[in-house]
């Protein structure tokens, strides 16, 4: 594994995708065991987290990161982050633009924030991907300032990561889920420690359902799905995750519901209640902050009213100047320095 590793990351010099450290392993893998073929999911989800789990001094700096399954969206700004290992430690990382004082180098519009606070004070998170064109119709992410989160499956590593720190910024995490097995597996794991990730803070997560109580008082339509795996333990384990009784004996019969057996306007009007049940609201900023911006955008009109002559005489001042000749040239001299530069 260890070779794997280093052959897939440089030797340790760049990120490796875990997929690109299966590939790495995968021929002394079949060679080894005599099989045709490597399951890709069980390499990259059991294989190399077991393996870094039972040797942390000897992974303790690789740098491992995961494909994206899913996306966050912020409200108004309509930033989409994949949640993929390397994009959540970028946005995690990455800070608001500030204007340093200077009229020119902000924008007109919106108060520039990149994350939570200003811009949203609660994430909802949906187990599934596909109902991004209903909320963006029904506006909820600008109407009640809430992010949209969605992954496929179960919840990655990077998800985890970052309901960690915002939950660190008091954001709260509202889980929407199918009434199944998965569903609830879905809510009761998004904020637990597990192998693979650990929460240094503690995560502020509610459930929205979707419920027994809610899906019988919807009378929405069930189907069949049977348990996988040992009932009692399966069981058990959804009973730790929070599910009542009702559920369990709703599952245990081999039953589901999935929120898709909700209309349109049945599951809008559904998130609307929860949202609002939850406390989730529009946002007022700081004081400070809204007087630093009804400032700023007071000296953005008044610099508009003398902007027109100042523009004409940039321009004659531009046409007028002497250029030197040798212009491409000092461009490729700076891109020999700096390779990185625009």
């Known amino acids: 594994m260890e070779e794997a590793y280093l052959k897939a990351s440089a030797g340790g010099k760049l990120p490796a995708n875990a997929r690109q450290i299966m590939y790495a392993a995968r021929p002394f893998i079949l060679e080894q065991t005599g099989l045709n073929k490597l399951n890709d999911a069980y390499f990259t989800q059991a294989l190399l987290p077991t393996f870094m789990d039972e040797h942390p001094d000897l992974t303790e700096n690789w740098d491992v990161v995961y494909d994206a ?3 966050l969206i912020e409200p108004h700004t309509g930033h989409s ?4 290992t390397l994009h959540v430690r970028e946005y995690l990382q990455r800070r608001p633009r500030t204007s340093n004082g200077s009229l020119l180098s902000t924008a007109a519009g919106l108060h520039p924030t990149t994350g939570p606070g200003d811009r949203y004070g609660a994430v909802l998170f949906i187990e599934k991907e596909g109902f991004e064109p209903l ?24 998800a985890r990561a970052l309901v960690d720190r915002l939950s660190a910024k008091g ?14 597996r879905i809510f009761g794991t998004l904020g637990a420690d597990s192998s693979r990730y650990q929460f240094q803070n503690k995560p502020d997560i509610h459930r929205l359902g979707l ?19 040992e009932h009692r333990r399966v069981l058990e384990g959804l009973k730790a995750h929070g599910a009542s009784n009702d559920e ?3 599952i245990a019969g081999g039953s589901r519901v999935e929120l898709n057996a909700m209309p349109s306007d049945q599951f809008i009007a559904w998130i609307e209640q929860g949202l609002i049940k939850n406390g989730v609201h529009k946002i007022v ?7 630093a911006h009804a400032r700023q955008l007071l000296g953005l009109r008044h610099l508009s009213l003398h902007v027109a002559d100042l523009e004409q005489s940039a321009r004659d001042h531009a046409a007028g100047a002497k250029l030197p000749d040798d ?13 990185t530069l625009p």
């Open 135 to 158: 909320l963006r119709a029904a506006r909820i992410a600008e109407r009640f300032d809430i992010a949209i989160m969605s992954t496929k499956g179960m919840s990655v590593v990077a």
């Open 211 to 229: 419920t027994f109580e809610q899906a019988d008082a919807m009378n929405l339509q069930a189907e069949r799905q049977e348990i996988q795996g």
């Open 285 to 291: 900023p700081s004081p400070e902050i809204i007087e």
């Open 171 to 184: 954001i709260i995490i509202l889980v929407a889920h199918d009434l199944d097995v998965a569903g609830i």
């Open 81 to 84: 982050l994949p949640l993929g």
């Open 327 to 339: 212009l491409a040239e000092r461009i490729r001299h700076g891109f020999e320095r700096d390779p």
């Open 69 to 71: 399954r899913g996306h």
């Open 248 to 250: 369990l004996g709703f």
